[in-house]
């Protein structure tokens, strides 16, 4: 984490998007704003499943729904905003090719999703700060996690 003149920023890298407790110990050092680039793929849903036992995993975007879901999440339960930044496209490496999902997006308190790119596009996407602190106003999110410790 690091302060600038817009604010303390946190960073969190792909896969840590899974895990609560990293953003929300950014949070509590007081990051306002999270960003967590990432190179997520379509093909993660198998993640370390042998090929007998893929075809378990059902047929339906489960990668976008993960990620949305937790984008959202990780704004809202700790009153910051979340800066998710994703590649999109096929990205191939020798024989290795993978599909990147894009799904780049912000998302704010009260709000959830602010704003996203699906594809390949550039996302601008102003954040009102004082929507965050109104946030840890209104829900006392930090302050009542502060109290478990």
Request: charged fraction near 30%.
């Amino acid at each position: 984490m690091f302060k600038t003149r817009l604010g303390r920023i946190g960073i969190v890298v792909c896969w840590d998007l899974a895990f609560p407790e990293l953003t929300k110990k950014l949070a509590l050092n007081g990051a306002e704003v999270i960003f967590c680039p990432s190179f997520w793929c379509y093909e993660d849903k198998y993640g370390m499943l042998t090929d007998e036992r893929k075809h378990e995993v059902p047929e339906i975007d489960t990668e976008s729904i993960f990620i949305d879901s937790c984008v959202q999440a990780r704004a809202i339960e700790n009153e910051v905003a979340f800066v998710y930044i994703n590649g999109w496209g096929e990205f191939r490496r020798d024989r290795y090719t993978i599909n990147l999902l894009g799904r780049t997006q912000v998302a704010i308190p009260f709000y959830g999703r602010v704003s996203m790119a699906e594809g390949e596009e550039l996302l601008i996407t102003d954040v009102d700060t004082e929507m965050l602190s109104l946030a840890e106003e209104v829900y006392r999110i930090r302050e009542d996690t502060k109290l478990l410790d």
